[in-house]
């Protein structure tokens, strides 16, 4: 074995990993367009866009040169008292390319860190406003908002590690997961909120809401109607609850639509961005928000909001978003992806009459396959990378979300794969 690979077996945590028993875990040497080259020279196709992020694939010229001429000028400067151009440059663009409505940024360092501060904005909304004890927030069963502990503990509370930290997470409420599946569209007429109504009639601490929009994530894969958000913003505007839409896997382009909210016509008050917005080169997360949650937070005109990273708009990470925006932008991105989608549903919707497979959803360049059982990740990994693809399934799900660039001889390889896999274990 690669003596890397037993260097980093004994003494790097990979996520969610052992040192005692650790996963199967691959070598990469490099990466291009939509490959991964492993160590043995083979070459995978890759399925996770490195977890959403990578919609332009792997060494793209254009965001290479954003990073090099960037890094010549200046590669960071602290941005308490300074500010520069690629920060100005990237929240213009955001305001642009987001609801009218939200009009102010605030740059973090990753999506967790984008999500606290969400949690923060609401909480600080109504402090400032002196309407104490609204401190917890509705979230969703399935939910998921990142691995910091504001964030874990609006994250779903079974698979969400609150078990693990009970006794030091905020307790905060949490409704039943959107129900209407994709599989059997007519579910889609049925949108039942009453979970959340009731937590709404019943508490007064409530300071927001938070949800992912259209597809709940890590949590499950789950994909709902946009019905179901445009109802959910009329309770928040009932109740009078702060809104937040967590688009830091969903955000730019990956449902179909630049970002997955407007596929209700409406806006959350704060919007939460990551993952795809440097287009998988460096770690970077904004804040959006609108001006209701600015004169909230600002009441007696002193307030400040208490957050400010180091790294807040790392100049090269804001650069990156920028080129990556601009080259999204530049590109038939809508009518690749409906291909996308397209091409998943064609390929996969077959995989629904394997015994296990209890779901087939495709949403976008999302494809999800559920099964009834949990698999075992390291032997379908092992399998897949036989097969010449990169898919990294979890719990029971099989999923792709592959790079936007991908071409359909490349995107047929994954699909191939996942039935390969399908007919050997299930
Ligand atoms: C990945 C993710 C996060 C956390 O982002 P990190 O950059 O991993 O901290 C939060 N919310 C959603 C919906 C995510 O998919």
Request: net charge negative; glycine share 6%; aromatic share 10%.
């Amino acid at each position: 074995m690669n003596h890397n690979l037993t260097w980093d077996k004994e003494h790097i945590w990979h996520p969610y990993s052992s040192l005692k028993s650790p996963n199967s875990t691959f070598y990469i040497q490099s990466a291009n367009g939509v490959n991964l080259q492993l160590d043995n020279g083979l070459k995978l196709i890759d399925g996770m866009s490195s977890w959403w992020a990578a919609i332009h694939g792997y060494n793209h010229p254009v965001l290479n040169q954003a990073l090099i001429e960037q890094s010549k000028n200046m590669s960071h400067v602290m941005f308490g008292g300074l500010t520069h151009q690629p920060a100005i440059d990237l929240s213009k663009k955001l305001i642009e390319l987001t609801d009218p409505s939200l009009d102010f940024v605030f740059f973090s360092d990753s999506g967790s860190v984008a999500v606290e501060v969400a949690l923060k904005m609401a909480l600080q909304y109504w402090i400032a406003q002196g309407i104490h004890g609204k401190n917890k927030f509705i979230s969703f069963n399935r939910g998921y908002h990142g691995d910091t502990f504001a964030a874990m503990s609006v994250c779903d509370p079974v698979t969400g590690m609150h078990q693990l930290f009970s006794g030091f997470l905020h307790q905060n409420y949490f409704a039943q997961a959107p129900t209407c599946f994709s599989k059997d569209l007519n579910k889609y007429k049925t949108i039942d909120l009453s979970s959340v109504e009731k937590l709404l009639m019943n508490n007064n601490d409530i300071a927001a809401i938070i949800i992912e929009p259209i597809v709940q994530g890590a949590g499950g894969m789950r994909i709902y109607c946009p019905e179901y958000l445009a109802a959910l913003n009329n309770l928040a505007e009932k109740y009078q609850v702060l809104l937040i839409f967590d688009e830091i896997a969903t955000g730019f382009g990956r449902t179909g639509t630049l970002f997955a909210y407007e596929q209700a016509n409406i806006a959350p008050d704060i919007l939460c961005l990551g993952k795809a917005l440097t287009g998988g080169y460096l770690s970077l997360a904004a804040t959006l928000c609108n001006q209701k949650v600015v004169d909230g937070i600002h009441y007696d005109n002193q307030g400040v909001l208490m957050h400010g990273p180091t790294f807040m708009a790392n100049p090269l990470a804001c650069s990156i978003a920028n080129a990556s925006i601009d080259l999204l932008l530049s590109t038939p991105w809508q009518e690749k992806i409906l291909k996308i989608e397209h091409q998943l549903k064609q390929q996969l919707a077959e995989c629904i009459d394997f015994q296990h497979v209890s779901d087939v959803r495709v949403k976008g360049a999302i494809a999800v396959i559920e099964l009834d059982q949990n698999v075992d990740t390291n032997a379908l990994c092992e399998d897949f990378v036989e097969q010449g693809v990169w898919i990294r399934p979890f719990a029971k799900l099989i999923y792709l979300m592959p790079p936007f660039i991908i071409e359909p001889e490349q995107l047929s390889q994954l699909t191939q794969a996942i039935k390969f896999v399908l007919t050997k274990y299930y």
